[in-house]
């Protein structure tokens, strides 16, 4: 069974950092893609980040480009998201997620399968 725990949220100023965490388990991840999306209150869930697990390459919003960075380490199974200048309107429950359709980095919600529980940030001004 597939579980991602996401981990690392919390509260900060404006312009501070924070660095999320999802550790995954339950199968191997070799061929699939990780992603980060976030659902403020009263808007709809959106995409991030994403990353193929096996090839490493990334996939930001355009918002998030140039601040937010996602990676992972293969030997401890685990995504995370550094997230620099942060802005009150990036404040949401951030989750993550595993795209099993193949390993490309897709920025679309409706091809991922696995979710995560979430995680809290909120970035005050």
């Known amino acids: 069974q597939v579980q991602l725990v996401e981990s690392g949220g919390g509260v900060v100023q404006a312009g501070g950092s924070l660095r999320l965490s999802c550790a995954a388990s339950?199968?191997?991840?070799?061929?699939?893609?990780m992603g980060w999306f976030r659902q403020a209150p009263g808007k709809e869930r959106e995409f991030v980040a994403a990353?193929?697990?096996?090839?490493?390459?990334?996939k930001y919003a355009d918002s998030m480009k140039g601040r937010f960075t996602i990676s992972r380490d293969n030997a401890k199974n685990t995504v995370y998201l550094q997230m620099n200048s942060l802005k009150p309107e990036d404040t949401a429950v951030y989750y993550c997620?595993?795209?099993?359709?193949?390993?490309?980095?897709?920025?679309?919600?409706?091809?991922?399968?696995?979710w995560g529980q979430g995680t809290q940030v909120t970035v005050s001004s």
């Open positions: 997620a595993v795209r099993t359709m193949g390993s490309y980095p897709s920025t679309a919600t409706r091809e991922y399968r696995y």
């Open positions: 339950g199968r191997s991840f070799s061929n699939n893609a």
């Open positions: 990353i193929s697990w096996s090839f490493g390459s990334t």
